[in-house]
């Protein structure tokens, strides 16, 4: 019922920028949060980042804090994930995801189609 196109992505030299866009459409929830995932060769997918939708409320990883910040654009339901101070750790495929909030907890039930972050040193 809900589709996330996302957009951006690419190569980026270390210590640069970089912004994620995720667009959701179809049906959306009435209380629901997005978050963007990450997901390196070999390694498991990690969270790096969401937000609820109605309140703001942020998460971050660790290792993301202070170079990473997620915002939301209410009226064309998108979220956006601009990466600064970019580090080659940070090379992954980037996944958006929307789900919703349920007793607290997110399902992300919805998930983006992923793009490429390569991070050069």
């Known amino acids: 019922q809900v589709q996330l196109v996302q957009s951006g992505g690419g190569l980026v030299q270390a210590g640069g920028s970089l912004r994620l866009s995720c667009a959701a459409s179809?049906?959306?929830?009435?209380?629901?949060?997005m978050g963007w995932f990450r997901q390196a060769p070999g390694k498991e997918r990690e969270r790096v980042t969401a937000?609820?939708?109605?309140?703001?409320?942020?998460y971050y990883r660790d290792s993301v804090k202070g170079r990473f910040t997620i915002s939301r654009d209410n009226a064309k339901n998108t979220v956006y994930l601009q990466m600064n101070s970019l580090k080659p750790e940070d090379t992954a495929v980037y996944y958006c995801?929307?789900?919703?909030?349920?007793?607290?907890?997110?399902?992300?039930?919805?998930w983006g189609q992923g793009t490429q972050v390569t991070v050069s040193s």
């Open positions: 937000i609820t939708w109605s309140t703001g409320n942020t």
């Open positions: 995801a929307a789900g919703e909030v349920v007793a607290g907890f997110p399902s992300y039930d919805y």
């Open positions: 179809g049906r959306t929830f009435s209380n629901y949060a």
